[in-house]
């Protein structure tokens, strides 16, 4: 058994930072880059490609809307074209930057708002996917499971790559709680830890109403930007190893 | 004899415009596309691509200054790591996009107060030097004739590319006269042209002071954002042509 | 009887441009002056604020949301916390020009993207109103008749000034036929100017079906970006002046 | 006898933070708020307005280059002119929040590279000066004594308030030793306490070369986003204290 576990990296600008992306690369195997759109400046992203190539992580472009002040997380209504050419302009960048540090780039994930939107909305996961196709006719997409946006990728022939949270609670149905209903997200970090393993291990998480329903997941999605997090990111690495699982990119 | 003609292309953003893009598509052999930085948006970029292979035009990287709001007019005391790192963010975003539409960046051009900056100062030339030769480390770069942009092109074994310009005035020396001194443009269209065929096919332009200096120039600098520029960028096209010059890319 | 002739200026960035401010300047008696999120610079907003004050013509602020690649023209979903200080920010920096000019903001209206937000959304026209009062509890709010801003300013006691469009084709309960609807646009100029006379003088106007519709305006919104457009201003105010209207701010 | 504490404030953007604000509000006497140019967005300023405002503390315009990736801190080669402009627009904007706290701007300072061209650079120290004074003919100015700024301010009619940096190495002429020259920083908290403590009372300082010089300062700068920063703040207001001067806003 194997699983990726991948987070967001170089998330800051200019003079500021955010999380600390050195601690957290040695845990994840795959780096969700942010391309200068909602974070990160050109030497930031030098900096990450070096850092995250050192320790033979794969790097991802984590692209989001032209929204600094909003960090991605606002919700833009930006024509499915235009986006598909702010996409394609991010994975230029960034791949410029993976390529001189000696690789390239490995897989694409949409950051925030531009993440929600391509789970729910077709002609976003749409214009995400002919940016992704015209960067590389080969290069994976990570997003939900059942996503117009991992729906988009089939359609287009790319892979698209299932990711799961496992600190975040599930509905019978397999999708995410929001995050505004209590409960919707797990704090306890052996309960995160555990839930990790049950993800990897049987395909099923507990949901919300008791129930065991299926998740199927390539990735699992850790965050580094609240206080614990980089210490919650290696005891679920370390629970996953000590039980047998291969930790490796799924790229 | 051959010359090459490049333009500035692409150098709107957003409801903006500058200039008369397609028109001067039809003049040209190489388009200096703006990456983002000091104009040009991802669409824009898309747009002036394809319209450039379409015509056969060779597509050029005119990395800037991080400025919108001064048209990457205004030096900025960026530290060369720093630049190098925005020159080659704007490198790789192009890409995407020249490669999107079936051709790639074919050289690189600095525009604004980072031409000038690159001409005269080697840690910024060096800077913008080592950005290319991380893209590709066959990428020719466009600058003045004797600049510290080709001595460190020069330096770092990339292809160097001088180029004049027919509408400006020299110096007995070979260099510009400053903007501000009387007479440094050459407003008059027949001028403009018959200095352009005598770059072209002597290698010598008549300098300010009556001497005749020699220009070494593989490509001249036509210029579209001004009234009559595109009349005027089609006469000296016409005239080169009508003595047999062959107008073709040097890339 | 008297009206208000408002358009939108100072819409330009850096090196661009948009439209013939200064002939507009002649025509209205009230500018919305861009303050710098959507469009204008600092530069650009003085030298309007200037114009205007000259010609004796009312300064508004033409706030938008932060989208200089958007022109203000997506939707985007800000928390109304943080677009009340948006706009209170813009409201502050306008008011310096208009200050340093010899005269001050003398009424808000929003721009693009948010103008509509603010006309049915409660909160986002909330939040609008919000800033206006903070700005100063007397600052007039333009708007559409009917809209969730007019409203919010009735309950926070801001005086609300609904505004009409000539070269729009009304529905039969008084709102506007939607952009993509064929007719939605009145291009020709003698009609334009004929509506604009029926709407003041009767304060109805032919709606698409033929019905005459009640629409209360306190003032006609003039374009200044399309072709025609600055001959167009001048017949509608040519027009009502010829009716013996009296054309002046309502401000 | 007395003295103003000053520092910079409210330097975060977006979702990022730099220092903390909070703890520094306790210590000082006048806020040097980011304007949004350099740092600070317009949440960011209406909060720490109105944190000031409760604390008592002067709100000063902290005027920056517009450059979020530098952070303000690289020169731009802009022309007076526009600088005057950004300069206004800044001030506008945060006046606006001051108000809407219930106070208003009482001084302005520039930041970066910006308060060391307005040091040297008569040019530039003009144009800062112009907007201060177009903004308020009675706003004081905080800035390096016999800098440009300041002599700029005394031409100009606007009162010129010096300030001391108790961490900075002084030459016998009176300036500061150049930050990248061994020694230039005094790190030793008891160091910067006692030199604090010599600069107010006897108006002199310990110049690098052991002479006494005379520093004429109604302010002393200190600094918060650095470790241990807050703390050192403390000792020195708490040393200033214990002397019996009086901690008080210039303005």
Known sequence: VQIDLNADLGEGFGIWRLGDDRALLDVVTSANIACGFHAGDPTIMRTTCEMAIERGVAIGAQVGYRDLAGFGRRAIAIAPDDLAADVL?????????????????????????????????????????????????????????????????????????????????????????????????????????????????????????????????ESLCLHGDTPGAVELARLVRRTLEMSGIEITSFA
């Open 89 to 217: 302009y991010q994975l230029g960048a960034l791949d410029a930057f993976a390529r001189a540090a000696g690789d390239r780039i490995r897989y694409l994930k949409p950051h925030g708002a531009l993440y929600h939107a391509a789970a729910s909305d077709q002609a976003i996961a749409r214009a995400v996917v002919r940016a992704a196709r015209e960067f590389s006719p080969t290069l994976p997409v990570l997003g939900l499971p059942a996503s117009a946006l991992l729906t988009q990728c089939a359609a287009a022939g790319l892979r698209g790559v299932p990711e799961a949270f496992a600190d975040r609670a599930y509905t019978a149905a397999g999708g995410l709680v929001a995050r505004d209903v209590p409960g919707a997200i797990v704090h306890e970090p052996d309960a995160v830890a555990r839930r990790s393993l049950e993800l990897v291990v049987s395909g099923h998480i507990r949901a919300q109403d008791g129930t065991s329903v299926a998740v199927r997941a």
